[in-house]
């Protein structure tokens, strides 16, 4: 009897300690997708153009909390995190902030701080992934 | 005193109600088994497909971004036979900065000829500052020189380093085929280029993400000496096949990626066993703008 308790107190638990593994993966795995969307909207933002008589949307100055920003072209002002298979289903959505401050220096130079912050929901827990970012204009 | 011994029933066995019970406890009980190792196998499989589906993708976008970001130019949309195409497409190819600045050394006249065959620059060997020593099929673009212009490194002959210096003179594949005039009282500097290529090739039931080292002299693009394999999962169904296009921001036209990995790990036993192949299936979009904003 003690042996059959055992064996399934074992068993319950090797399999409970799977699921945590996969939760953990899975977890993961979707920060990887939120880093390229943050990645790539930093990336866009440190390279595009950018003179004193053209300022564009990615870099212009938004409020302390930032403005919501949608680059993927789906739903509005909403971005795909975790896209399925072939049938295009969204697991995981979230929200894109922008957040363009202009930075003071005693030389009066029109430098920004750029951050963009994604938020998202997986498994009723609340993320965010943000990274943040300097410029200068090109004249 | 007389021993007792116990004497075995001639005819002992168990009755059919007996073994009935017997055998429908041992069903129960494998059933039980089975289903428990059934789950526990398929939460193995999950995890595994999905950490590899998670590290193939991470190791394939960090390299393309790696790669991509060291490009002076906008890469160039290729398909999977090396001919230009229009978007989406199989793969792309940039040229890569291996170093600068290289100062060309005036040959003398007017600058170089188009029938020159060798060019002699200089390099800095200090340690903060030193571009590579040219391999052959490297690319010295010349500053000012027609942007048609590839003279490409054949072979090198190096000097001894002294004050931080080294001379190179470079044996190129070709004559130059341009003239490059520049007055001798002025520096003429050049840059060593590579031109490389990323391109979802097929390969089995995975198409394979590869990197070509040397795309320009490179005739065989199934040759492997010529490539290393970044991924061996790329999706293999539709558009996943061809990642690659060109978005534009304002002037600036930055590479577009919509990379799709899905993981041949376990493929049979995951057959059916999840909504959207969730496990074996990852895709992100990214963008990777070249180095120094080039236009073109």
Known sequence: ????????????????????????????????????????????????????????????????????????????????????????????????????????????????????????TFRARAYAYSLTTMRAIDD | MTKMTYRRPLHAAFTLTEMMVALGVGVVVSLLAYAYLRTSTLLVAKNISMNLSNNDLRGSIDQM??????????????????????????????DRLLGDPYIVTHPGGNGLTAAATSVTVTRS????????????????????????????VSSVTTFAAGANLQGITITLTAALGAVINWDSAQPKTSKLIRREALIVMPAGTRPQLRRYHSFETTT?????????????????????????????????????????????????????????????????????????????
Not at chain 1, 13 to 39: D, K, W
Not at chain 1, 91 to 112: E, F, M, Y
């Open chain 2, 65 to 94: 971004g790696d790669r991509v970001q060291g490009a002076v130019n906008v890469p160039v949309l290729i398909n999977t036979a090396g001919a230009v195409t229009a978007a989406p497409s199989a793969g792309v190819y940039y």
């Open chain 2, 125 to 152: 060997t200090d340690v903060y500052a030193s571009p590579p020593i040219p391999q052959a099929g490297d690319v010295l673009v010349i500053d000012g020189a027609p942007t048609t212009l590839r003279p490409r």
């Open chain 1, 1 to 120: 009897m003690t042996a059959a308790v055992l064996v399934g107190l074992v068993a319950v638990s090797s399999v409970q300690a799977f699921g945590v593994l996969n939760r953990n993966a899975a977890g993961n795995r979707i920060i990887t997708n939120a880093r390229v969307i943050v990645q790539r909207n930093i990336d866009t933002a440190l390279a595009v153009t950018c003179g004193k008589s053209a300022i564009p949307a990615i870099l212009a100055t938004t409020p302390t909390a930032g403005t919501v920003y949608d680059d993927d072209g789906g739903a509005a002002n909403i971005v795909t995190v975790v896209l399925a298979g072939t049938g295009g289903v969204q697991l995981v959505q979230g929200t894109l902030t922008r957040i363009v401050t202009s930075v003071t220096n005693t030389d009066a130079a029109d430098i920004r701080q750029i951050t963009f912050r994604l938020n998202y």
């Open chain 2, 220 to 296: 065989n693009l199934n040759d492997p000496a010529t490539y290393a394999v970044i991924s061996r999962a790329v999706g293999n169904q539709g558009a996943e096949v061809t990642p690659f296009s060109i978005v534009t921001a304002g002037l600036d036209r930055l590479l577009s990626i919509d990379f799709r990995v899905r993981t041949a790990a376990f493929d049979q036993v995951m057959m059916g066993k999840e909504i959207n192949d969730f496990s074996s299936y990852m895709r992100v979009q990214g963008v990777v703008p070249s180095r120094q904003r080039p236009k073109n």
